[in-house]
């Protein structure tokens, strides 16, 4: 993926932040097209399931697997609707495994950049997603392709020592 400049992990402006850890190799990867088709949230959820059950983080085996099993489901499930919502949907999602980490991918064809909700409306649905991500994971941000349609949007949770 092309990055221009990383910025800082406490930045709220995701553009073209790189990974501190994308250097991480990814063990594997797997990929779902989403473009165009119906019910693509809990497609990618189940395609990310499966994904976990092979890679032995389901059933879990401890609690703390559990939780970040969980938290892998629910940040996939934040960034696929969000490109739903802004973005005129997903054309892709990426999972990938590392030694510490799993990655998660979203791309589409929007132009928009991800931003946290600095004000907080209570009462009011929506908007909390990318806050959620943020809460979750090591680190999330934004890549362009050069010469590229639409962007991607990664994030990066950690793996338990468990697994």
Known sequence: MG???PYPAG???PEQRASATVADAML???RLRLAGAPGVVS???EFTRAALHDWDWLPAASEEVRAAAEDM???VSELVTN???HAGGPDELR???GAKLLRVEVLDRGDGVPALRTARRPGRPGGHGMFIVQRLCLDWGVTHEPGAEGK???AELAAPPDV
């Open 3 to 5: 990055t221009t400049r």
């Open 11 to 13: 930045d709220q402006n």
């Open 28 to 30: 594997q990867v797997r």
């Open 43 to 45: 497609r990618a959820r």
């Open 73 to 75: 489901l629910l940040v």
């Open 83 to 85: 490109a739903c919502l």
């Open 95 to 97: 999972i990938g495994r």
């Open 152 to 154: 991607t949007v990664w």
